[in-house]
């Protein structure tokens, strides 16, 4: 009887393609669609994916003032952030940022669900949010990516 010999293989910097996506933001709800865009980021939607290479592809999120909160998560929800000085914690709620700066909701949650070492900065790196249907990446042809 001949013994089967199997290698994994293992991806590295020479071997992975990264495509690029367009995600439309228009009624996606926001955990849903952070979570699966993180995915993308990290590389798990393909078949070689290594835990320790950038396997991920890049994501161009449009219309990100579209989105939605599910139950009272938009007037309940409070993102805030310390400015370093005593008593200095600030909070917002997800209505006033949605209107204000809502690509900011979007990348806050997707960074949160990547790892949190230099693997997972420069995996969000490749996270472009943009207000609106325009975006500056026509060139790099992104495919539309559908949830």
Same mark, same amino acid.
């Given at each position: 009887?001949?013994?089967?010999?199997?290698?994994?293989?293992?991806?590295?910097?020479?071997?992975?393609?990264?495509?690029?996506?367009?995600?439309? %933001?228009?009624?996606?709800?926001? %955990?849903?669609?952070?979570?699966?865009?993180?995915?993308?980021?990290?590389?798990?939607?393909?078949?070689?994916?290594?835990?320790?290479?950038?396997?991920?592809?890049?994501?161009?999120?449009?219309?990100?003032?579209?989105?939605?909160?599910?139950?009272?998560?938009?007037?309940?929800?409070?993102?805030?952030?310390?400015?370093?000085?005593? %008593?200095?914690?600030?909070?917002?709620?997800?209505?006033?940022?949605?209107?204000?700066?809502?690509?900011?909701?979007?990348?806050?949650?997707?960074?949160?669900?990547?790892?949190?070492?230099?693997?997972?900065?420069?995996?969000?790196?490749?996270?472009?949010?943009?207000?609106?249907?325009?975006?500056?990446?026509?060139?790099?042809?992104?495919?539309?990516?559908?949830?």
């Amino acid at each position: 009887m001949s013994k089967l010999h199997f290698t994994t293989k293992h991806a590295n910097a020479a071997t992975v393609v990264h495509n690029w996506h367009v995600v439309d %933001g228009t009624n996606q709800t926001v %955990g849903r669609m952070c979570a699966r865009i993180a995915a993308v980021l990290r590389g798990k939607n393909k078949a070689y994916y290594t835990p320790h290479v950038d396997c991920g592809d890049y994501i161009i999120v449009t219309n990100a003032e579209k989105i939605k909160f599910t139950g009272n998560k938009l007037v309940e929800k409070e993102y805030d952030h310390y400015t370093g000085y005593p %008593g200095g914690r600030k909070v917002e709620i997800a209505k006033d940022l949605l209107k204000r700066r809502p690509e900011v909701i979007i990348e806050r949650g997707v960074k949160g669900m990547l790892p949190k070492n230099r693997l997972g900065r420069q995996m969000y790196k490749k996270l472009f949010v943009y207000v609106g249907d325009q975006h500056p990446h026509t060139a790099q042809q992104p495919k539309e990516l559908k949830f």
